[in-house]
């Protein structure tokens, strides 16, 4: 039946109210659905960027360590502290066979740990702290001399970077370690202190 | 004078009685317009209803480049093809209910189709593909250019044309059978 018009107008403007009412339930219910999502999104997000921020700031962190322990132990030549980060970057980071490797995650630094004879079994060095102790006053007193570094077993280092220390131990058993971080500078051998954190984890580990 | 455009600035502007001057205008042409597609009058009222309706919850999508009337006929037209989509060509209402009601005001047709001639040729409408019977109706009932007319049917003035100029072409032979245009 047709409408009056009066009739048709009071339906055109009957709809545009319920129309108007209509979206903004909707608006309401789009905004229920979207805002936890986004909120959960938005949260996934920022756990990720905190996670890469931490990591970058890291990596910022434990290169001005290693500088700053290279530097701690005396004020080595600038020309020297240049050698050894040249060197470090030339170094390979394959380990020769037979050792053991042990990396940190971003493959700045590593330290590798090598009985040398080949009749000795891996992981035995040191086996308690106070064998660690032993080394690292073996390494603290190791001769200036560098020709008496015993063995020079560099494994494909260059500059002497990488070398064989001959340690005595408690027991006096001369065993080796081979640092592939240690830095003569003036006479004065220097390891890096990520290798003494890492060496002395190892040494833990093998205590437990 | 009043037009559709200048009556649909002064509703925006707040003019609440301008809204009934677009109604006036365009109530009759656009259900009956619309009636092309769904052929059935209160079904074409009711698209014709939320035309309007559209142009009171919309109010800035329309930029006034073309003709209002245009404008309203482009919605009803959108309206009339969704109406269709959704109800997927299945007739809603019984015919012989729908036969059984007596229209209560003289119907659009009656009002549009005053003259003897325009009848004959709505009859003869019916019997065309859609888009042939629309692009007729928009230049020949409604007076709508061909650029019109094209805007309506989201065509090129060119394709308005050649449709028209077949649609003249089959209705000449559709009118001459009937024996109408002898």
Redesign the interface.
């Known amino acids: 039946?047709?409408?009056?018009?009066v009739e048709?107008?009071a339906?055109?403007?009957r709809?545009?109210e319920q129309?108007?009412v209509e979206?903004k339930k909707r608006a309401k219910r789009m905004l229920l659905v979207c805002l936890p999502l986004l909120l959960c999104c938005g949260g996934v997000l920022a756990v990720f960027s905190m996670g890469f921020g931490g990591s970058t700031k890291g990596v910022a962190y434990d290169n001005a360590m290693s500088v700053e322990c290279m530097d701690a132990p005396a004020a080595p030549a600038p020309e020297s502290v240049e050698e050894e980060s040249a060197s470090q970057a030339d170094r390979p980071m394959e380990p020769a066979e037979g050792e053991k490797t042990q990396s940190n995650e971003n493959q700045v630094l590593s330290i590798t740990v090598t009985t040398h004879s080949e009749s000795a079994e891996l992981g035995r060095l040191f086996t308690s702290e106070s064998e660690m102790q032993a080394i690292l006053d073996a390494i603290n007193a190791f001769p200036k001399d560098p020709e008496t570094v015993i063995g020079d077993d560099s494994i494909g280092d260059s500059e002497g970077m990488a070398y064989v220390i001959g340690v005595i131990t408690e027991t006096g058993d001369r065993e080796y370690v081979l640092f592939n971080d240690a830095l003569l500078i003036d006479g004065t051998w220097y390891i890096n202190a990520r290798c003494y954190r890492l060496l002395e984890e190892m040494i833990l580990q093998e205590g437990e | 004078m009043k037009n559709g455009e200048s009556s649909y600035r002064r509703y925006l502007d707040g003019d609440q009685s301008a809204f009934d001057e677009i109604m006036g205008l365009y109530r009759n042409s656009l259900t009956f317009f619309i009636n092309r597609f769904v052929h059935d009058m209160d079904t074409a009222e009711d698209l014709a209803i939320d035309t309007f309706m559209y142009l009171i919850v919309h109010r800035h999508r329309y930029n006034f480049k073309t003709s209002l009337k245009t404008y309203l006929f482009m919605i009803g037209r959108s309206r009339a093809l969704d109406y269709l989509r959704r109800r997927g060509r299945f007739s809603m209402v019984e015919l012989s209910e729908a036969e059984k009601e007596l229209p209560a005001q003289p119907s659009v047709e009656a009002l549009i189709l005053l003259d003897e001639r325009k009848q004959a040729l709505n009859r003869a409408l019916t019997r065309l593909p859609r888009d042939m019977q629309t692009a007729i109706h928009l230049v020949y009932f409604e007076d709508l250019s061909y650029e019109d007319a094209a805007k309506v049917m989201r065509k090129n003035k060119k394709q308005v044309a050649n449709l028209l100029y077949r649609s003249k072409v089959q209705l000449r032979s559709i009118l001459g059978k009937d024996g109408a245009l002898v």
Do not use: G, N
């Not at chain 1, 039946?1 to 018009?5: G, H, I, Q, S």
């Open positions: 039946m047709r409408r009056t018009d048709f107008k339906e055109v403007l709809r545009a129309y108007r979206r």
